[in-house]
């Protein structure tokens, strides 16, 4: 019998239930998954309830079952599966393939396998149509707060590769999330630069790296992408949207 009253403790889980969930099925969500910073689906939100991802909280909501990630919550997931509230955990995506498992392992917990294919056939047609374009061989950098790149074996470098350029953090033999020092920036000389783009809503020494002038110089000229990170968090065929825009932003460069 399908779960009549789910409860959702993460973003990326989150947005795949309300993309999968059948009418009423889905009753909460994660607080983060109204923030349009961190969520594609932020104005889907109206209507559940939303938790903080709390125990308490989220044993009152009477769940039949609860999704979580595989890194979160775990105090909370220990609690909830000792009181004998099934609890399904999500890993977080590092590659298509594993948005392709995540959206039918939803499927399945959900039993929604039909809406899941239709899911997953949609995301095959967008990385068709992005292998029909013919790579453009352009370089590009990947730089967030405190100087952190994403390099190989991550979701952000499939991305980088679908768009038909090549990561500077690849070239530089840079994997997972790593620190990339500026002065590596400067010297690599990417034709495009992903990063600055957060709003802290105020000061902040994770960002000081984005007002160095010779961050600017990098990234000035028309060579910074704005690639709305919520995009990249999570997976499903939005994601690639930031594949779509790194191959615009090269074409355009070309002109």
Same mark, same amino acid.
């Given at each position: 019998?399908?779960?009549?009253?789910?409860?959702?403790?993460?973003?990326?889980?989150?947005?795949?239930?309300?993309?999968?969930?059948?009418?009423?099925?889905?009753?909460?969500?994660?607080?983060?998954?109204?923030?349009?910073?961190?969520?594609?689906?932020?104005?889907?939100?109206?209507?559940? #309830?939303?938790?903080? =991802? +709390?125990?308490?909280?989220?044993? $009152?909501?009477?769940?039949? @079952? %609860?999704? /979580?990630?595989?890194?979160?919550?775990?105090?909370?997931?220990?609690?909830?599966?000792?009181?004998?509230?099934?609890?399904?955990?999500?890993?977080?995506?590092?590659?298509?393939?594993?948005?392709?498992?995540?959206?039918?392992?939803?499927?399945?917990?959900?039993?929604?396998?039909?809406?899941?294919?239709?899911?997953?056939?949609?995301?095959?047609?967008?990385?068709?149509?992005?292998?029909?374009?013919?790579?453009?061989?352009?370089?590009?950098?990947?730089?967030?707060?405190?100087?952190?790149?994403?390099?190989?074996?991550?979701?952000?470098?499939?991305?980088?590769?679908?768009?038909?350029?090549?990561?500077? #953090?690849?070239?530089? =033999? +840079?994997?997972?999330?790593?620190? $990339?020092?500026?002065?590596? @920036? %400067?010297? /690599?000389?990417?034709?495009?630069?992903?990063?600055?783009?957060?709003?802290?809503?105020?000061?902040?020494?994770?960002?000081?790296?984005?007002?160095?002038?010779?961050?600017?110089?990098?990234?000035?000229?028309?060579?910074?992408?704005?690639?709305?990170?919520?995009?990249?968090?999570?997976?499903?065929?939005?994601?690639?949207?930031?594949?779509?825009?790194?191959?615009?932003?090269?074409?355009?460069?070309?002109?």
């Amino acid at each position: 019998m399908p779960p009549k009253r789910v409860v959702s403790m993460n973003v990326c889980t989150d947005q795949l239930a309300m993309l999968l969930a059948a009418e009423g099925q889905l009753h909460s969500v994660s607080y983060l998954a109204s923030d349009p910073n961190t969520s594609v689906l932020a104005d889907r939100t109206n209507g559940f #309830a939303v938790n903080h =991802g +709390l125990a308490e909280e989220v044993f $009152l909501m009477q769940p039949d @079952l %609860v999704l /979580a990630g595989a890194y979160t919550t775990r105090t909370t997931v220990e609690l909830l599966r000792r009181l004998g509230i099934r609890v399904e955990e999500f890993a977080p995506d590092s590659s298509i393939a594993d948005i392709r498992a995540n959206i039918l392992r939803m499927g399945e917990v959900l039993e929604r396998r039909e809406e899941a294919a239709k899911l997953v056939a949609a995301l095959d047609r967008g990385v068709a149509e992005l292998g029909k374009e013919s790579a453009s061989g352009k370089t590009v950098a990947t730089y967030y707060a405190n100087s952190y790149t994403s390099g190989t074996g991550t979701l952000v470098d499939e991305i980088v590769k679908l768009s038909g350029l090549v990561n500077i #953090a690849d070239k530089l =033999g +840079l994997s997972g999330t790593a620190r $990339l020092p500026l002065e590596m @920036l %400067v010297m /690599a000389k990417p034709d495009l630069v992903i990063g600055g783009g957060e709003d802290y809503g105020a000061p902040a020494l994770a960002q000081e790296n984005f007002v160095h002038p010779a961050y600017r110089a990098v990234s000035g000229q028309g060579r910074a992408v704005a690639v709305p990170s919520r995009y990249t968090i999570c997976g499903a065929p939005f994601t690639l949207e930031a594949a779509r825009l790194l191959r615009d932003a090269a074409e355009g460069d070309a002109k």
